[in-house]
Each structure stands twice: as structure tokens, then as C-alpha cells.
């Protein structure tokens, strides 16, 4: 009997050092599509995504670049649900996080796999050519995923308190789990870091090559991102489609061109709530399970953060969640190869 689930994208910052060579590792079968893929890249005088992610090194500066990430976590992420095992699972819902929208666009065949690469390709290198602002994380769990009492309203204050001041500008990017990403300039990112406690040495967390997603510092790259992008490329669809609101995209019932406003729109300008996806997407498609793609393994802890906060299967904390997981895997996440031969 076939296990229901909801599958999950992954956005920036997933593709890393220890992701090279990724797609070659695991999708040698795929050598067609990617093929496809380079060539359009080609034809607009950008690097194959064959040659990046056959590099003999990792390079920062060429690999976490809008233009190159956003297309090379497309690339792996899709093959990777091409991947999962239809025999074992019945795919009834797809989310992402951030730019994963873009991939689960194209998982839920709301996009092709080409059209799905024109939109990634084109918003990474919209927002690599214009760059504007900048983002950083911080936490508001503790070690066992448990939110600590008040510092979620403390980082809304401070965030509204920066806002306010005159040349700064900051906001709530991403709600991430235990986390919040807040995107903002560099003046309203630099007043945040000096002033809010440091944690665990490593928070506030700058993301290099990030601009300020999901803010309304992206108003020229979306305005951009319609001009450019055709509205055809878009159809409803088939799988059940859900966004960076909690909002749900039914096939055969969703209205495409409110779709295409909504990602060429909202979601590149308005916090992106990936907690609410996750939510509704339990309560609301109740999976067996969730299977999160590759590359890399970081959307995991913000899924199972997430699906703690609402409450999902009774489980409660960090231990709870993985005393469930050694019962019964109910999370797999395809970037760890001990769990990707459970999805493939």
C-alpha cells in the first residue's frame, strides 16, 4: 500500500560544498534534461549547470550566485522528484520554501520542467543584477525546538523599531520554522545585528549573495520578472499546490492568472511564510508523510520545526520528533543518503 505525501523544495543556500557533483552523483539517467537545461542557459551566455556542478572545486563566488544557485538547486530538486518512488508513495501536495515555490511550480506541472527553469533562471538572475539589500537569520527556539518565551516578540520589535528609523529598512523575509529571516538594507541588517543578543556565536546569521527577498526592496525585480516572463508558460495544476501563505492551488479549480500575479507578485515582495505552508499542508492534505529533495540537508530542521508548532502527530520537542523519526520515519530528507533510499 502506497504512502500519501506532501513533497517539498528547497530554496537558496542548499547548494554548498558538500553538495558538488550532486546531480551528476545521483541523476546520471537525467543526462538528457540537464542537457536541455544547459543549452538554454547557453543561449543566454550563461555557464552550463553541467560544468558547475562538475566542477573540481567548490567556488563561493561562482556557486552562490543568483544566477548559478537558483538554476543548479532547480536542476537538482527536480530530478530529485522525478526520483521518488511512485510505487511507494502517492504524491498529494506540493510546497517549497522561498525559491523551492518556483521548483514546486514545476513538480506540481503548473510549469514545465523548461518553463519551470525559464522562471528560476530568470528571477536569480534579476535579483543577482540588481542585488538589493540583504538577509540574515535568527532563532527563537532553544536546542530541544522549543520556543523561547518572548523572543519571537522581541525580534518583531526590534525589527519594527529599526524600520522606523530614517535610511534604515528591515523586515520579516521568511518565517522559517524556529526561525525568522529578516531581509533589509544594509543599514537596518547592521543596527539588528549590534543590538540583538548573540546566540549560539553564530546569530544573527548574515546569508552571503542574498538580497533582501521577499521584501518590498524587490518591487524592481518583480516588476522586471513580469516583463519578461510569459504568462503561458503557466496551466493549472495537477498535483495540489501550496504557497508561501498557506494559500491552495486545486487543479482543474485554481485560476492561473491570479497564479502567475501571485508568483511574479506577492511572493517575490511579501514575507514568505513557509511555517503556514508546512501547517496547512499537515491539517489540510494529512500525509503519511513529508519528503523534502535535495540538495543539501538544512530544510529539514524548519520542516520538522514546523511541523511541531502545529502540533503534528502529537510530537513535542527536538527528542520527541526524533524518537518518532527511529519508530517511523515520517520526514525523509532526499540530501541525506541515509534517508534518500527510503524515497527513491
Known sequence: MRQTAVI?????????????????????????????????????????LSELDGAARFSGAQHTRGDNASALIYACSYADYLSVNREAFDIIGVTGNSMGWYTALACAGAV??????????????????????????YPFVDEDWCEVPGRRAAIWAKVAEVDARKGHTLSISIDLGGMLVLAGCEAGLVAFEAEMPRIEQRFPMRLPNHAGFHSHLQEPVAK????????????????TLIDGRGCIWRPGASDVDALYDYTLGH??????????????????????????????TTLGGA????????????????????????????LISMGREDQRSMAV
Open 303 to 330: 520542516t520538522a520545526q514546523s511541523l511541531l508548532m502545529c502540533g503534528w502527530r502529537g510530537m513535542v520537542g527536538k527528542a520527541g520528533f526524533q524518537a518518532a523519526q527511529a519508530d517511523s520515519p515520517r
Open 224 to 239: 522586471a520578472g513580469r516583463a519578461q516572463l510569459a504568462r503561458e508558460w503557466f496551466t493549472q495544476p495537477e498535483t
Open 112 to 137: 514545465g520542467s523548461i518553463g519551470g527553469l525559464d522562471v528560476v533562471n530568470t528571477m536569480g538572475s534579476l535579483m543577482q543584477e540588481h542585488l538589493i539589500g540583504g538577509q540574515l537569520i
Open 267 to 296: 511572493q517575490v515582495v511579501e514575507t514568505y511564510d513557509y511555517t503556514a505552508a508546512i501547517r496547512v499542508a499537515a491539517r489540510e492534505l494529512m500525509p503519511d508523510v513529508f519528503i523534502v529533495l535535495g540538495p543539501g
Open 8 to 48: 517539498v523544495a528547497p530554496g537558496r543556500g542548499t547548494y554548498n560544498r558538500s553538495e558538488l557533483g550532486y546531480f551528476a552523483q545521483h541523476h546520471q539517467d537525467k543526462a538528457g534534461m540537464l542537457a536541455e537545461f544547459d543549452m538554454l542557459r547557453e543561449v543566454r551566455g550563461q555557464k552550463p
